[in-house]
């Protein structure tokens, strides 16, 4: 099949030309993330099973109840006990590392795109791009940059989690209340004030809701991400298909379920909780808050 346009060699050609010239700083750049990943994965390695799992438990029996802290409970001891649970730290590392590295740029993204028609409008086509494209596509150019291991699986993850992110907290921002926004501009807040004491609270449950997206889009890259060396139970996963073996990927799936569905619940408890404005009203909390504030 003749091509008239062959887009393809143009990528390759992009991606040639920052080999040969910014590979210095590709280094730097993968040597950063991989040390901010071994950091955060030796912290969760550092308490024993049991301390680790009782924390989630607690977290679940505050956040959500009873009834699914001892869910929690059961599905890690079902880990414990299947040996997945090394794997099952080293996943979770994985998608906390690329997760925070998403929302630390996808969150002021969403703000600067909130509070600027011309950013919202440069990174709506972008963002569509990000999140349309086939998860196994960003692997290629990351691991041509960054090399075989974590650092190209945790890039391609950001690149794959952030759009939530960014889009959730400028929806968040944008649908709060004029009529809040204009009390507080009556009270005398700046911008950055009408920002952090006004508009960030009251987006909130939208930002968890983003906060919530990009933990599971990256769970699920940080799996695929095996295929370039990331680790964790994606190595199990994509060992299993590879031998055929149904027992092994039903085990290391069932760990990969269970902890998306703790890490989901979770995280989507924190953007359900009632807010201050729905319990005193909008004018008296922006009232109290500025008020508190100038004394």
Not at 48 to 53: D, E, G, N, R
Not at 94 to 99: C, E, R, V
């Amino acid at each position: 099949m003749d091509k008239q346009l062959d887009l393809g060699s143009w990528v390759d050609s992009v991606v040639q030309h920052l080999l040969e010239n910014y590979s210095g700083a590709f280094d730097s750049l993968g040597g950063i993330v991989s040390g901010f990943s071994e950091g955060i994965e030796s912290l969760l390695m550092l308490p024993p099973a049991w301390l680790l799992i009782a924390i989630f438990v607690g977290l679940g029996l505050w956040r959500i109840g009873a009834r699914f802290a001892a869910f929690t409970a059961v599905s890690f001891v079902l880990i414990v006990l299947t040996g997945f649970w090394e794997q099952t730290v080293v996943t979770l590392g994985l998608t906390f590392s690329a997760t925070l590295i998403s929302l630390l740029l996808g969150i002021p993204l969403g703000i600067w795109s909130a509070r600027s028609e011309r950013v919202a409008m440069i990174t709506r086509p972008v963002l569509d791009f990000m999140q349309t494209m086939p998860a196994f596509v960003y692997l290629i150019p990351a691991a041509m940059l960054f090399g075989l291991g974590r650092v190209p699986g945790i890039i391609a993850t950001v690149i794959f989690a952030m759009p939530p992110a960014v889009r959730l907290t400028n929806l968040g921002i944008r649908q709060v209340n004029k009529e809040i926004v204009e009390a507080g501009q009556s009270f005398g807040c700046n911008g950055r004030q009408l920002l952090f004491k006004v508009q960030l609270p009251n987006a909130m449950p939208s930002i968890m809701a983003g906060v919530n997206q990009t933990i599971m889009m990256a769970l699920s890259m940080v799996i695929i991400a095996s295929m370039v060396g990331a680790g964790g139970l994606g190595n199990d996963v994509l060992a299993s298909i590879q031998r055929l073996d149904i027992g092994l990927g039903f085990e290391s799936g069932m760990a990969v379920v269970l902890l998306a569905i703790i890490l989901d619940r979770i995280t989507e408890s924190f953007g359900t909780a009632k807010r201050a404005t729905e319990k005193a009203g909008w004018y008296a909390w922006v009232s109290t808050k500025l008020r508190l504030q100038r004394q």
